[in-house]
């Protein structure tokens, strides 16, 4: 099973937004060492005792116009009760139950998907005995908590944990088959071992362990490829340009819509899954043109992916919404490609292309080595270089530098340009190591590893990129205690 979405509903003002942060906010690892990405508002990826998910905030979907608003929030409810595996229900204990929680309620206890009522802004002993009124909403899960300062959110994580699959697999959780450890281990929870192992880890013979200067590690996988972008940005017609036939449209029936198909095909010589979750290939349904709804499924094929196709339209530019997904997409360690799709139908100059894609990586920044090419997928322009860069992305992925040629590389690098002194102390990096990780990460062990800035990090990135080809590749760069 891939990935495990959480939504978060209510009506506004309860605090959804605030609750979001606070989960999102314990996760650590990962996302703070993970350079360059800004923090997105509706969605993210939470994590808890090792455990992974996504989290939704359905509040920052819906509008919040006066005359809209029951409709809207109806609309929100209804997605979540489809895409979500479990429902967080927020309500206020400041103001009470309002007719607008019962009627949440009343469709909510309805639902198939375990539904946790969150009584919020719990901030004291005096709100604790008002908030028991909460009860009478029906629902057996009740949590109450104090979103600001956190207290109650533990036990509200527990139960989220508690309630998903063993085997959900999701960005973090592929580790190497050929590295000796535990598929099902997470590289959080390797890094957790790392840091443990440190002293271990910087005495071991590392050039034992890759014995070229660089590998691309084999490994009889199959790439998951996902297309991904906002509606109407092309996916479809991609999806049918790449696999060369229009597709047979299944009715939509209830219950498997929300579970993804995986055509396992061949193009150009190369195997391939397409990862098409619900409603790629269906004919579109009154919710598709929501954004909510194009994010979720987003989400949930980058989760079961390698590597990402990113659509974007060529005749609407570059949206904050793509760079979002990007960003997400580039958080959750996958391997991306941008597609500017409906080229045929820009009016182009000399330079154009050029241009355009300068355009593009100046958003992206400062992870913009990222390929980007010019497609029509109506007239299938350019579709086999599309694939071709899919491939290198993929190889890029598996791409391992040796511990002695990184070193005399890298070390020779930031000897020219060293960490600023900070606090009188010479800071000083020993030496970097690739960790076995499937999302391509770099340990740089130092004397003083919480001195070096993000700057820093962006540095060497930067420098690691020069050397060797990472092209659509996300990177993490670590500074370590040595
Ligand atoms: P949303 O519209 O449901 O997303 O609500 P917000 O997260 O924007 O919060 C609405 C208001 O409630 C803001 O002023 C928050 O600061 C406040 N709030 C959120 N959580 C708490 C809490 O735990 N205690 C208190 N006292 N206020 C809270
Ligand atoms: P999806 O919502 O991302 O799956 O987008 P569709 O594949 O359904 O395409 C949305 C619209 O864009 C349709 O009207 C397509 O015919 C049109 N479209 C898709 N690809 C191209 C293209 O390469 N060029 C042009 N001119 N139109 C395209």
Not at 226 to 240: D, F, R
Request: hydrophobic share 40%; charged share 30%.
């Amino acid at each position: 099973m891939a990935g495990f979405t959480v939504a978060i509903v209510g009506r506004p003002n309860v605090g959804k937004s605030t609750l979001f942060n606070r989960l999102l906010e314990q996760r650590k690892a990962i996302v703070d060492d993970f350079s360059g990405v800004t923090r997105d508002r509706q969605y993210g990826v939470a994590e808890w005792c090792g455990k992974t998910f996504n989290v939704i905030d359905t509040g920052g979907f819906v509008s919040r116009s006066e005359d809209v608003f029951e409709k809207e929030i109806r609309k929100q409810v209804l997605i979540a009760l489809d895409e979500a595996d479990v429902i967080l229900f927020v309500c206020d204990t400041a103001t009470g139950i309002t007719t607008l929680d019962d009627e949440m309620a009343d469709v909510l206890r309805r639902s198939p998907k375990p539904v946790l009522l969150v009584v919020n802004k719990v901030d004291n002993a005096a709100r604790l005995l008002e908030a028991n009124e909460f009860y009478a909403l029906g629902f057996d899960k009740v949590f109450f908590v104090s979103s600001i300062s956190g207290s109650g959110t533990g036990e509200l994580l527990d139960e989220v944990v508690a309630q998903m699959p063993e085997d959900v697999e999701m960005a973090t959780t592929n580790v190497k088959r050929t590295i000796k450890r535990e598929k099902t281990r997470s590289d959080e929870e390797l890094e957790k071992e790392w840091e443990e192992d440190e002293d271990d880890l910087y005495n071991s013979d590392f050039d034992n362990i890759d014995e070229e200067n660089e590998v691309i590690e084999q490994d009889e996988f199959v790439p998951k490829i996902a297309i991904i972008g906002q509606p109407n940005a092309g996916k479809s017609t991609l999806l049918n340009a790449f696999t060369g036939q229009e597709r047979t449209i299944v009715s939509n029936i209830p219950g498997t819509t929300r579970d993804s198909i995986h055509t396992h095909y061949k193009l150009f010589g190369k195997e391939f899954i397409l990862i098409d979750t619900a409603g790629l290939r269906r004919k579109k349904n009154v919710h598709e043109d929501l954004e909510f709804y194009s994010v979720i499924r987003a989400i949930r094929a980058m989760d079961e992916a390698d590597v990402c196709l990113l659509v974007i339209d060529a005749l609407n530019g570059i949206t904050m919404q793509d760079i979002n997904i990007f960003s997400l997409a580039a958080r959750k360690g996958k391997g991306i490609l941008i597609l500017v799709n409906k080229w045929d139908a820009f009016e182009k100059e000399t330079n154009t292309a050029r241009d355009y894609e300068k355009k593009i990586k100046e958003k992206m920044a400062p992870f913009n080595d990222v390929p980007i090419v010019f497609i029509s997928a109506k007239d299938k322009l350019r579709i086999f270089q599309a694939m071709e860069k899919t491939i290198e992305v993929h190889d890029n992925m598996k791409r391992r530098i040796q511990t002695s040629k990184l070193n005399e590389y890298l070390l020779k690098e930031i000897q020219k340009f060293p960490p600023p002194m900070t606090r009188g102390h010479n800071v000083s990096i020993k030496f970097v190591r690739q960790l076995p990780t499937k999302a391509p990460s770099f340990a740089c062990y130092a004397n003083y590893p919480e001195a070096l800035s993000n700057g820093y990090r962006n540095f060497i990135e930067n420098k690691i990129r020069e050397q060797y080809n990472f092209s659509g590749v996300p990177l993490r760069i670590y500074f370590r205690k040595k």
